[in-house]
C-alpha cells in the first residue's frame, strides 16, 4: 500500500498570503489528522477530520482551516500568514470509526517558511 | 489536560551500548501509548504500541517499551543501538475509548549514536 503523501513538500510564503496544503491518506484509511511541528512547541494537533466532517480540533486560531473531501484526501488552509506559523505541517491517517483513531500513520510533512 | 514528558531533551550514546528514552504521562483515564522516530527531514514513523495485553511491546528493530500503570511510564530501551538509530524519538497518548483521534505528544528525544 502507499503511504500518505502530502504536496507540496516544501512551501515559501509571505506575511499576510494564504496557503493551502494537501493530503492523500492510505487507501482505505478515513482519518485525517493535522500537525503542527516547530522547534519551540514541539507536535501540536490542529484538527481531525473522519468522513468529510471534523471531529476534534486543537487549539488554533481560527485562521486553520480544513476540509475532508469524499474520497478522504484532506486540505488544510491557513490564511493570513505569520512569521510564526513557519514549521513542518504534518499529516496523518488512520482507520477511524466511532471509537479514537489509533495507529496513525504519517506523511513526510510540508515545510512552510514564512518570510 | 492530559500530558506526556520526556524527561532528557538528548541523550548521546556510544555505538552498542544500551540506552533508555524515557516517558511519562499524565492521565486519570485509560490511554493508548506510541513511540514514534523521526529521522532528519522525514515525517513520523511508528515505532512500537502498546494497546493492550502484555505490558512489554517490541519493535522490529531491536527497541522495546514497557507499559507501568503504577508508574505512568512508558520507556523505550535498546540493549545495543547502532548509529543508524540517531533519530528524534517522540512519546504519544491517545486516550483510550474515546471519540477524539489527537495524539498528545512528548517534546521529543534526540538520540545521538556516536561511533
Known amino acids: 500500500k502507499a503511504g500518505v503523501t502530502q504536496t507540496p513538500r516544501y512551501l515559501i510564503k509571505t506575511r499576510g498570503q494564504q496557503v493551502t496544503l494537501s493530503c492523500s491518506p492510505i487507501s482505505g484509511h478515513r482519518s485525517v489528522s493535522w500537525y503542527q511541528q516547530t522547534p519551540g512547541q514541539g507536535l501540536q494537533f490542529l484538527f481531525e477530520y473522519f468522513s468529510e466532517t471534523q471531529r476534534n480540533k486543537g487549539n488554533f486560531p481560527g485562521r486553520f482551516s480544513g476540509r475532508q473531501f469524499s474520497n478522504s484526501r484532506s486540505e488544510m488552509n491557513v490564511s493570513t500568514l505569520e512569521l510564526g506559523d513557519s514549521a513542518l505541517y504534518l499529516c496523518?491517517?488512520?482507520?477511524?470509526?466511532?471509537?479514537?483513531?489509533?495507529?496513525?500513520?504519517f506523511g513526510p510533512g510540508t515545510r512552510l517558511t514564512v518570510t | 489536560a492530559q500530558s506526556v514528558t520526556q524527561l532528557d531533551s538528548q541523550v548521546p550514546v556510544f555505538e552498542e551500548a544500551p540506552v533508555e528514552l524515557r516517558c511519562n504521562y499524565s492521565?486519570?483515564?485509560?490511554?493508548?501509548l506510541f513511540w514514534y522516530v523521526q529521522y532528519p527531514n522525514q515525517g513520523l514513523q511508528l515505532l512500537l504500541k502498546y494497546l493492550s495485553g502484555s505490558t512489554l511491546v517490541e519493535s522490529i528493530n531491536g527497541f522495546e517499551a514497557e507499559f507501568n500503570k503504577s508508574q505512568t511510564s512508558f520507556h523505550l530501551r535498546k540493549p545495543s543501538v547502532h548509529i543508524s538509530d540517531t533519530a528524534e524519538y517522540f512519546c504519544a497518548v491517545i486516550n483510550n475509548g474515546g471519540s477524539q483521534g489527537n495524539l498528545i505528544f512528548g517534546k521529543g528525544t534526540k538520540l545521538s549514536v556516536k561511533p
Open positions: 492521565s486519570s483515564v485509560s490511554v493508548y
Open positions: 496523518a491517517s488512520s482507520l477511524g470509526g466511532q471509537l479514537a483513531s489509533y495507529e496513525q500513520y
